[in-house]
Structures are given as C-alpha cells and as structure tokens.
C-alpha cells in the first residue's frame, strides 16, 4: 500500500505538464500562423535602396530549382528576408510546387503574396524591343543581336542559315520581320523575337492583300510587300502615302520605270556613302530601277502597315512624278514640265 501511495504525486506534475503542452502548442502555432498571414498579406519586402520601379531588382529561377532554393535565390537577389521564413510561406500556402522557372522583376512594394502569385503564374519581366519602319534587314539584326535581354541564338549565321533557323527557309530576309515594338521576357532568344516579327508580317501582309484595291497594279502579295517597302522609305509625310503609291502604280500601268533612288541606294548596299551619284544611277544592278523596268527582287526596307495598305490601295491620281519639297512633304506633278519646274523649284534652289 504504502509503495502505490509514493507514485501518485509524481504523475500529477507530468499530466499536468502535458496537458498544458497541448493547450499552448496549438495557441503557438495559431499565433505563427497570424504572424505569417500578416507578413503575407500587406508587408512589403525589404529591397535594396536603390532599387525602384524603372530599376527593378532581378531575380532568375532556374529549371528545376525547389522552392527552398527559390526562397534562398530571392534572398540572393538581394531582397532582404530570411529565406526560411519565405519558405515556410511557399510551403504554407499550398503552392510550392507550381513555382515556374523563368527571369522575374522584383519592384517596391512585392509583398511576399504577390511574389508568389506571381511566380506560380509564371508572370515573368518582359524587356521591350523596337523594330522600325523603313529598317533593312542588316538595322534589324545589329538591334537584335544588340539587345542586352535576349539570348543570342543566330550569332554566326547567314541569312539563308537565319531564316530556315526561324522556319522561313529560302525566304529573302529583307522586309520579312513587321516593325513594332515587341515585349519579350528577358533572355528570350533571338531567334524567338525574329520569328514573331516575321509571323506578324505575314498576317499584316495578309490583312493588306484581302483590302486590295482593283486598279492596284500589284499582282502578288510579294508584289505588295516589295512595292510597300518603297512606299516607305520614299514617304516623310502620312498624308503622302497613298500619293506615293498612286504615282507608282501608275508607272507600272503603262510600263514606266520607277526610277527610285532608294532601291538603287539598297543594290549599293554598305558602298552607299551618304552621297548618291549620277554615276550610281547610271550604274545597272538589279536594283536599280533607273535602268531596269519594273519592282525589285525584293524588298528594300520594312514597311509599317500604313505602307503596306498604300501598296494595295494607290490613290486615284494624273501624277506621274514627285519630288521632295524639303519639309518632309512631296510636290507632285502629271507632266515631266511640271516636274522638272518643281525640281528647279524645291531642289536646285536649295
């Protein structure tokens, strides 16, 4: 009796303290949780002073990077938390493993939830590139492979190698790519920028085709694009463009060449010097289109889709020459007398 007696109150101090470990473990981990949820819902994190909105922090999930390693590359990034906690946050929330790979934009302001939202929906930073109307195709790929964000897949290649590399096999590259400012993700490839830019081409092109005008003298969508691209770089005004293309079709109509400068500065390619002879005019070269009747082999630049439409439809216009006035415009004219008096006009005098 008396050994049975002795146990009892040794017990009473361990159930006791048991069941108070059973009342406060969960009263701890209800209070870690509202601290969580409160960092999580409204707690900007800590960045780096002289990160902003134009000058966002940088951050590069790898493929097959878990979300522990995803918490440790955000604090590597330089945002200024305790990877553990931002892993217990992934864990907590239930997606952990639906965090993408991918290169993402860190602002002021990134809550630890809107970080993770966005790297579920793999919201990655896009960069900007702008091709522009009237390039040729040696400008558009010095700013492709110029761009900082992309990754640069063509290096090396020719054009034959670059354009079966975007899935444009024996296309001419010229006029191919649709000038537009293109929002990419950083160290997309740039082979990626160019076949987007020539996917969009195609569809303007087709968009252009379907509105053709039944008296445009064009008889292919090559055609088209070929004649839109002189279009473009002989226009400095809107106003002018379907003029442009009214006085060249005309010329086509009744087989008159369309002495154009522009294509005879492409056929001299990188001998052009800013300064263009009589000597080059008078010079034969598939381009040239003082001594050959007809469009070009190709196009010369890349047309805008104010070009392009030009192209299919010309205005209804007697002119049959125009010349630079100076400002940007284009005095046009339906007699060669009228021309040669605007030229006396707008260009001897100057």
């Not at 006791?16 to 981990?29: D, M, W």
């Not at 990077?65 to 931002?86: K, N, Y």
């Not at 195709?137 to 700013?143: I, M, T």
């Not at 001299?268 to 469009?295: I, M, S």
Request: hydrophobic share 45%.
């Amino acid at each position: 009796m008396a050994g049975s007696v002795s146990h009892v109150p040794a017990r009473r101090p361990l159930v006791k303290r048991l069941f108070q470990l059973l009342i406060l473990l969960p009263l701890f981990s209800l209070g870690l949780a509202a601290v969580l949820g409160w960092w999580w819902v409204g707690q900007p994190l800590a960045l780096p002073a002289e990160v902003s909105a134009e000058k966002p922090l940088e951050l590069v999930i790898d493929p097959g990077t878990s979300a522990r390693g995803t918490a440790e590359a955000v604090a590597r990034a330089g945002v200024q938390t305790s990877p553990d906690l931002l892993f217990a946050w992934f864990r907590l929330s239930g997606q952990a493993r639906n965090i993408k790979a991918g290169s993402y934009d860190i602002e002021p302001g990134t809550t630890p939830r809107s970080l993770l939202s966005r790297l579920v929906r793999g919201e990655q930073a896009l960069r900007s590139l702008t091709l522009l109307e009237g390039w040729n195709v040696r400008e558009v790929l010095k700013a492709v492979r110029g761009s900082p964000d992309l990754t640069q897949d063509i290096e090396g290649l020719g054009h034959a190698e670059l354009m079966a590399h975007i899935g444009y096999p024996g296309r001419h590259p010229e006029g191919r790519f649709f000038p537009d400012t293109y929002r990419v993700a950083r160290n997309a490839t740039a082979s990626s920028v160019l076949r987007q830019a020539a996917k969009a081409m195609d569809q303007r092109l087709a968009e252009a085709w379907a509105q053709r005008a039944p008296e445009a003298r064009v008889r292919t969508p090559e055609e088209a694009l070929i004649l839109a691209s002189i279009i473009e770089k002989e226009t400095g005004v809107d106003s002018d463009r379907a003029l442009v293309a009214g006085v060249f079709n005309n010329r086509l109509r009744i087989g008159m060449r369309l002495q154009t400068d522009p294509t005879v500065i492409y056929g001299l390619g990188e001998r052009f010097d800013g300064n263009l002879r009589k000597v080059d005019l008078l010079t034969d070269t598939p381009y040239n289109t003082y001594t050959r009747a007809g469009l070009p082999p190709t196009p010369i630049s890349m047309p805008g889709w104010a070009s392009l439409l030009a192209a299919v439809q010309p205005a209804a216009t007697p002119a049959l020459y125009f010349v630079a006035r100076g400002d940007g415009s284009s005095q046009f004219s339906a007699t060669l007398a009228e021309h040669n008096a605007a030229v006396r006009r707008y260009q001897l005098q100057r």
